[in-house]
């Protein structure tokens, strides 16, 4: 079994507009000196078979398949 993880963030230059939205809410919160919040999303995966290279190959399809939109978004993985 292999476990990987996936996180998935906006590309610079792209406006993410929840990010702004939670930076608003920690500053109304009282958490104030908190700027350039940017949200993003993770993925845990657990994969059959124990071959890393053939895992790392399968994930990126994933990503770029799937779990992100690679015109706005980058991704990195991370096999343990």
Do not use: H, W
């Amino acid at each position: 079994m292999i476990k990987a993880r996936v996180t998935v963030t906006l590309k610079n230059g792209v406006l993410d507009p929840q990010g702004k939205a939670i930076e608003g809410a920690l500053s109304a919160l009282g958490f104030d000196g908190v700027g350039q919040v940017r949200q993003g999303k993770v993925f845990d995966l657990e994969l059959a078979g124990d071959d890393k290279a053939k895992a790392e190959g399968d994930l990126k399809a994933m990503c770029e398949k799937l779990l992100a939109n690679t015109v706005i978004e980058n991704y990195t993985i991370s096999i343990a």
